[in-house]
């Protein structure tokens, strides 16, 4: 089974790479980009056959160690 | 409109994020976990309200500052 999830700034925490991008289009003649955000993905392979097993392995993963949910939140997804 | 665009290093690219992670979950007792491999997400607010328009001027975004695509692959996917 394979999970990808996805960790996302919260509203309201400033993201500087995320304006950085924004800029940088901007300057590069993209004058219709108004905002941007950065996030990260990360897809793991996992040994695991039982989806409700997995989804809640996968939620503990992120509360562990993936996310900084402080100031991030996360999406899972799984497949196959 | 909205584009969110995901950026993944191409298959055969050393991903040592990717390794670091996979290594840290099983040390962290996730032994069901085989493989990691860590990409980014750009989420772009753009004024413009033409789809095939916007998208032609995303790809343009990619090539040009968002992925390396030497090492990188990107995909596009377009939202409101």
Do not use: W
């Not at 995320?18 to 800029?23: F, L, P, R, S, T």
């Not at 409700?52 to 996968?58: L, N």
């Amino acid at each position: 089974m394979k999970a990808i999830v996805r960790v996302d700034l919260k509203q309201g925490v400033l993201d500087p790479q995320g304006k950085a991008v924004a800029h940088a289009l901007q300057v590069l003649g993209f004058e219709e980009v108004s905002a941007a955000r950065q996030g990260k993905v990360i897809e793991i392979d996992l040994e695991e056959s039982d989806k409700a097993k997995a989804e809640s392995r996968v939620k503990e993963m992120c509360e562990k160690l993936l996310a900084n949910t402080v100031i991030e939140r996360y999406a899972i997804e799984l497949e196959g």
